[in-house]
């Protein structure tokens, strides 16, 4: 079965209308193939306190070949200052690796 390299990216947003509008620029601009949100509580450091908020999780699966403009593109439209950037190679078998190529534009 073939194998098909991928990238997952983690980042979050303030809210489920910041969240989808982010997600749905990366997916027009074919910076990833599919956004999945998933509302949090998160407890954090920031500016020397420890902070508490709900946020929305973004985990946003790509193709190393669109890595460096989804950071790029992220960092612009991002509506945090330091937004959360985690990201894991990864990789799909069959139909799966297939369609998220397509929908690159890798094709």
């Not at 073939?2 to 910041?18: C, I, N």
């Not at 509008?21 to 998933?38: F, G, K, Q, T, W």
Request: glycine fraction near 6%.
């Amino acid at each position: 079965m073939d194998h098909t390299p991928l990238e997952l990216v983690l980042t979050s947003e303030a809210d489920s209308e910041r969240a989808e509008a982010l997600a749905r620029a990366l997916l027009e601009r074919r910076l990833v193939a599919c956004a999945s949100l998933r509302p949090s509580r998160s407890l954090y450091h920031w500016q020397g306190k420890i902070e508490t908020g709900s946020e929305v999780l973004l985990l946003l699966k790509t193709h190393g070949a669109r890595l460096a403009e989804l950071r790029a593109v992220l960092g612009q439209l991002h509506s945090y200052t330091t937004p959360m950037w985690i990201h894991w190679s990864a990789a799909s078998e069959g139909d799966y690796g297939r369609w998220l190529l397509d929908e690159l534009g890798l094709l």
